[in-house]
């Protein structure tokens, strides 16, 4: 049993719909005013990063709960070799996360791979941790992120070795489709408008902590993204797999 100040994904999703419901209301009883020319209305300010306010349950002393097994797919790495995903979630703690290389969205892609990179920098001192864990990164967009493409954004975030960090992309959105599926990854594309302005994917920011043994244990939402926590986590599965 987890010992965590931080409530489950389920109870994330259920905190953020009663947040959304709220906001709802809000808005209605806001809209008379608004429709009697009153039209001012507070700046909510720039999206955030998340902060911790919270001392993290040291490693060990709690069990991350077996969500499901790790879902399973053919995909292609960076030299364009097919790399069945199970390969990759198993043998070593493994961190999954789904991107695309054109992401802007300030707390989207862009967020989570500097989180993984000082994440990356953690275990990377430690000598336990370091030859025991991997990162996997999957893009959502297999039309523009062929294999060549990978290969230079891979260069800039995983040239530090001896660090195990594999980017993958599939033959095609068709092949990827079920992945996201399994893993419950929903995203919505919105086309390329007149004008040929690159297309947007809009996507939950989710990482996916994956045993040994290839079994999901945690699933990260942006809110709950804290190096520390996460952390811990490795750690605590790397003390369960240590008799």
């Given at each position: 049993?987890?010992h965590?100040f931080r409530?489950s994904?389920t109870?994330?999703?259920a905190?953020?719909a009663?947040?959304?419901?709220a906001?709802?209301?809000a ?10 020319g ?5 700046d909510p300010g720039?999206p ?6 919270f001392?993290?349950?040291?490693a060990?002393?709690?069990r991350?709960q ?8 053919e995909?292609?790495d960076s ?5 069945r995903l ?9 961190l999954?996360t ?7 969205d300030?707390l ?5 791979f500097g989180l993984m990179?000082?994440?990356r920098d953690?275990?990377?001192a430690?000598p336990?941790l370091?030859?025991?864990v ?7 967009d297999?039309?523009r992120d062929?294999?060549?493409?990978l290969r230079?954004y891979?260069r800039d975030?995983s040239?530090r ?6 980017f ?5 959105t068709a092949r990827?489709q ?5 893993f419950g ?8 408008r ?11 920011l989710?990482?996916?902590l ?5 079994t999901?244990?945690e699933i ?13 986590d ?7 797999a240590?008799p």
């Amino acid at each position: 049993m987890r010992h965590r100040f931080r409530p489950s994904a389920t109870e994330a999703a259920a905190l953020r719909a009663a947040w959304q419901a709220a906001a709802r209301s809000a808005v209605l009883a806001g809209a008379l005013p608004l429709c009697s020319g009153v039209m001012a209305a507070a700046d909510p300010g720039l999206p955030r990063a998340p902060q911790m306010q919270f001392v993290p349950t040291p490693a060990g002393t709690y069990r991350l709960q077996r969500i499901q097994a790790c879902p399973d797919g053919e995909l292609l790495d960076s030299s364009g070799r097919p790399r069945r995903l199970s390969e990759l979630t198993r043998g070593k703690i493994s961190l999954v996360t789904f991107f695309y290389t054109h992401c802007t969205d300030p707390l989207g892609c862009p967020y989570a791979f500097g989180l993984m990179a000082d994440l990356r920098d953690r275990l990377m001192a430690d000598p336990e941790l370091r030859p025991n864990v991997r990162f996997v990164s999957i893009s959502f967009d297999p039309t523009r992120d062929a294999p060549a493409q990978l290969r230079g954004y891979a260069r800039d975030l995983s040239a530090r070795a001896p660090f195990e960090w594999e980017f993958l992309t599939a033959a095609s959105t068709a092949r990827l489709q079920p992945l996201l599926d399994d893993f419950g990854q929903d995203t919505r594309v919105e086309p390329p408008r007149a004008g040929g302005a690159a297309r947007t994917i809009h996507h939950m920011l989710k990482l996916f902590l994956i045993d040994a043994g290839g079994t999901v244990r945690e699933i990260y939402a942006l809110d709950f993204l804290q190096p520390d926590v996460m952390l811990n986590d490795i750690r605590t599965l790397r003390l369960e797999a240590t008799p």
